[in-house]
Every structure is written in structure tokens, then in C-alpha cells.
């Protein structure tokens, strides 16, 4: 297509008028690798603001506004998704729970089980029935 | 807890459409059953085979191809798929001559590019950055 199209001009505009700064995109950006690379790892809430140089509500509501979901939410879920990977490969429950970063197994269990619908010990039996 | 389990794209030709979806843009064949003069065909994420099935939707209704048209002409994408590394796809579909009207642009936290899918339609691809 040669010329731009009414969908790019759009999108061009609506970044444009978009009340953030480039730099501010960068920032918290860089905080979302941060949780990428260390979710097996304590990660802090006041940590990940400061890695974005802005205050905890602001970077909340920030990180809300680029992805959809709050920061935690993000990190519950990619943890979650990275337990359901490890749990496929076979690794045990009580192995996944600690690389994944959660000191306690109930409540990696009880997150589990809301994320997915099932208890991770339920998401291993049925995966092993589904290879068998 | 409720999922979304099939979405769909409407298409115009669905054999066309299977070709492009799989070999070119690297989904799977799930499903393919004959359903009258069309199929109930759909193709799934090699990654999540178990995951959101989408369905390869024949244009058997003439309103719907108004429509499909209008989108198209104002490139205007008919749905959105993730891909991890949009350059990267971005120059292996091009090697094998997929056009798009707007090539990798970012836009706030994601990088987009839109492609057309040979089938009548604008199919936008998204890395979140």
C-alpha cells in the first residue's frame, strides 16, 4: 500500500496526544524487563516505582494505564504462567513454588488455583494423563 | 470461570486461508470438518495447542463482506496476534513475500505492524514491550 493508511494516521495521532512522555513509556518498560528477568526473586512493589523513578501510586496507575493490569497482577500472572511451564517439564510442585518466587506453598497452591481453576498437583495429574 | 475458547476471522477462501495461516504464519490445523458447502476449519498456536481456537470463518453472509471490505480499504486490522519478537517476524514474513501496509511502528507499550493475509483482511502483529 503507498500511501499511509487511514489506520496508521489514526495511530499516529493517538500516540501523539497520548499524555506521556517517551522517556516515561522507557522507564517503566524497563521495570517490567526487571520482573521478566527476576520474578523467581522477591520483587518489591517500592522497588520496581523506584527502578521507574516515580512514586509507588504514580507507577501503579502508570503501569495500568501501558499493560492493562497492575503491576502485581502482572506478576502473579507471568509467575503463574512460568509455573505451569516448569510443571509440564516435570518438575516438582514444591520445586516450581520456589523457583517461581513464592516462599510459601499454600499460597502459591491457593494462587494457582485461582488463576487456572485447578490446584497445581490437579495441573500436573491431568498433564501426566494427557502424555500417558 | 468463563474462557474464550473460539474466535474467528472471516475469510474468502478457506483453503487459500489454511495455507496462509499455517505455512506462512505458522499456526496449526485443529480442527477441519465439512459443515454444508464450507468447513468448520480452525488453526490453533503451536505453543498452546490447548488454547484459543481460531476459527477460519467462510463469508457466506453478504452484509459481512461490506464490511470486511471497508476495514480492509481503510487498513483498519480485523483482529490481533502476539508474536515475541516483532522485527524478527516482521523480516521472515517478508522474506516470504507477505505485504504489509504499515510496517513496525511503536505506540506506546507495544510495537504493531499490520499484514495482509491474502484472505480479504488486515491482521495486525503486536510485541509487548
Not at chain 1, 99 to 118: H, I, N, R
Not at chain 2, 19 to 47: A, C, I, N
Not at chain 2, 111 to 127: C, E, K, R
Request: charged share 25%; hydrophobic share 40%; proline share 5%.
Amino acid at each position: 500500500m503507498p500511501n499511509t493508511s487511514f489506520y496508521e494516521t489514526e495511530i499516529d495521532r493517538l500516540y501523539s496526544e497520548m499524555p506521556m512522555r517517551p522517556e516515561q513509556y522507557a522507564r517503566v518498560r524497563q521495570s517490567k524487563a526487571l520482573m521478566e528477568e527476576y520474578y523467581g526473586d522477591k520483587i518489591e512493589l517500592d522497588d520496581l516505582a523506584q527502578s521507574a523513578f516515580m512514586s509507588r501510586f504514580h507507577y501503579g496507575r502508570t503501569f495500568q494505564r501501558m499493560y492493562g493490569l497492575t503491576p502485581r497482577i502482572f506478576l502473579r500472572d507471568l509467575r503463574i504462567a512460568k509455573a505451569k511451564a516448569l510443571i509440564r517439564q516435570g518438575i516438582s510442585i514444591t520445586q516450581v513454588c520456589a523457583d517461581v518466587g513464592y516462599e510459601s506453598l499454600p499460597t502459591f497452591s491457593a494462587v494457582f488455583k485461582k488463576c487456572t481453576g485447578q490446584t497445581p498437583k490437579q495441573y500436573q495429574l491431568s498433564h501426566k494423563s494427557n502424555l500417558e | 470461570m468463563i474462557k474464550i475458547n473460539v474466535t474467528s476471522v472471516p475469510v474468502n477462501d478457506q483453503t487459500k486461508a489454511l495455507d496462509f495461516y499455517t505455512r506462512v504464519l505458522g499456526f496449526m490445523k485443529k480442527t477441519d470438518v465439512p459443515v454444508g458447502e464450507h468447513r468448520w476449519l480452525t488453526v490453533v498456536s503451536q505453543e498452546e495447542q490447548s488454547g484459543v481456537e481460531l476459527l477460519l470463518e467462510p463469508m457466506a453472509f453478504e452484509p459481512a463482506q461490506v464490511y470486511q471490505q471497508a476495514l480492509k480499504e481503510a487498513g483498519i486490522p480485523y483482529t490481533s496476534f502476539a508474536v515475541d519478537d516483532l522485527q524478527s517476524e516482521y523480516e521472515r514474513l517478508v522474506e516470504l513475500g507477505v505485504e504489509f501496509s504499515m510496517p513496525p511502528k511503536e505506540a506506546g507499550p507495544v510495537i504493531i505492524a499490520v499484514l495482509d493475509d491474502t484472505v480479504g483482511n488486515n491482521i495486525q502483529i503486536m510485541q509487548y514491550l
